[in-house]
Structure formats: structure tokens, C-alpha cells
């Protein structure tokens, strides 16, 4: 117990880099929740490594939901994300974490997904001239409506519960889109990712969200659902 420490750094690209030495009880249940998360998915093209630290980062996810935790100057843990509108709408430019780590506007538009946005008005010198309301979460109700109906990360063949995922927004906000139950979708960490790299759409078929693979998936672009969803059981993966 004496020998546990945890050293952590970011490198000149803002990669965090972590080193850890645990007891033998924490180790076991750092290596079970791990195993847990980071099995190999259908269709999975993450190495070995890329899947463990995105079962690293769903444990931190799902830690930032925890009632429990404690307060940092008054509010409960987060990311603080600095970046100008306009920079935001056309997701080009670098916005900056409280800690003054860059983090590109693509990044930011995800986060933006589901997360409270604090608009400032700022004066010529940099100066805040008025501050709004957070707002653009979606409510208690909206994510329970949301769990009824994805019964999880929505994309086809995930099984991350409603408790793993994020809200996203189908329409993004910037360009108008409402934070209203048929335009979210549940996500994973990881497939939420997905949807902002790669080039997947989200319709919606009688209420359902449905997914259209990008070409280089599917050169038919064959709507797929997660067969959670698809009560009828037809075009499930």
C-alpha cells in the first residue's frame, strides 16, 4: 500500500500520459472493470491498447455522472472548454481547457453534444460583458424518455447501457437543432466518435433512429438498427 502512486503529464500534442502502481485488491478491480469495458466489439478495428483506453475514459465518463462526488469551487468536477462562436459554427480554430491545454473545435462541437453552454459576451480587450444561463442539456425526463426508447448506446450492435451514454444531437445545435426527444440519440463514448468522424447519418423511422453507414462501410448505404430497438426485428444488426 505504501508503494501506490499515480504519476500523470501531458505532452506537447495535450495527450495526457498516465503511470500507476496499485495494491493488489484495487489492481484486481481496475483490471475487472476494464476487461469489462473494453471487449471487442462486431466489426471492432481498435487495437488492443485503443479499446483498454476507451474503457479507461467510459470509467471516468461515468464517474463525472456520480452524485457522490465532491465540489471544485463550489460545482461538481468538469471540463471547461474556452472556445469563440464563430470558431465553434465553422469547427476550424482551438479552443482551451481551464488547465490551458489546446482542443481542436471538432472535439469541441462533441462535447457541445451533451453539455451545458455557457455563452459569454466579451468586450474588445477580452473583458466578459455579460454572462448567460447554461442551458442545452437535456432534462431528467428527456433522458429517461431516451432510455425507454434506445434502451442503451443506440448504434447497431452496441450493449452499453442508458447509465455509459451520452445525449446526442441529430441536428446539432449550431445549426438549429432542438434538444427534443426525435432529435437524441443515445451514444457511447466510443460511438459517439464514430458519428462525428466517420461519416454515419441519423434518420428517424416511426420514432426510431436509424443509421446509414458512410460508402466505405456499406456502398448500398443499408439502413441498420440495434436489434434492441427494432421490435419487428426487421434491417437489425
Not at 87 to 112: C, H, K, N, V, Y
Request: charged share 20%; net charge negative.
Amino acid at each position: 500500500m505504501a508503494q501506490r502512486s499515480v504519476k500523470m503529464g501531458t505532452d506537447e500534442h495535450g495527450h495526457l500520459h498516465l503511470i500507476g502502481s496499485f495494491d493488489t485488491l484495487t489492481g484486481q478491480k481496475i483490471q475487472s472493470l476494464l476487461h469489462a469495458l473494453a471487449k471487442k466489439r462486431a466489426g471492432d478495428e481498435r487495437t488492443t491498447e485503443q479499446r483498454y483506453a476507451d474503457a479507461f475514459a467510459e470509467v471516468v465518463d461515468l464517474a463525472l455522472t456520480a452524485k457522490a462526488l465532491p465540489t471544485h469551487g463550489g460545482e461538481r468536477p468538469q471540463v471547461i472548454v474556452t472556445i469563440s462562436y464563430a470558431d465553434l459554427m465553422a469547427s476550424l480554430g482551438t479552443g482551451f481547457t481551464a488547465w490551458g491545454e489546446p482542443i481542436s473545435a471538432g472535439l469541441a462541437r462533441q462535447i457541445a453534444c451533451d453539455a451545458n453552454i455557457l455563452p459569454v459576451l466579451l468586450g474588445g480587450e477580452g473583458r466578459p460583458l455579460d454572462v448567460g444561463r447554461s442551458n442545452r442539456t437535456a432534462t431528467p425526463a428527456m433522458r429517461k424518455g431516451l432510455a425507454v426508447r434506445d434502451k442503451g448506446c443506440a448504434f447497431p450492435g452496441c450493449d452499453r447501457p442508458p447509465a455509459w451514454t451520452e445525449a446526442h444531437h441529430v441536428v446539432h445545435w449550431l445549426h438549429g437543432g432542438e434538444t427534443k426527444i426525435d432529435n437524441l440519440v443515445l451514444l457511447c463514448s466510443h460511438h459517439h466518435h464514430v458519428m462525428h468522424d466517420e461519416g454515419w447519418e441519423i434518420v428517424f423511422e416511426d420514432g426510431i433512429p436509424t443509421f446509414i453507414p458512410p460508402r466505405w462501410v456499406d456502398p448500398d448505404q443499408k439502413p441498420m438498427r440495434n436489434v434492441r430497438v427494432d421490435l419487428a426485428g426487421e434491417s437489425a444488426v
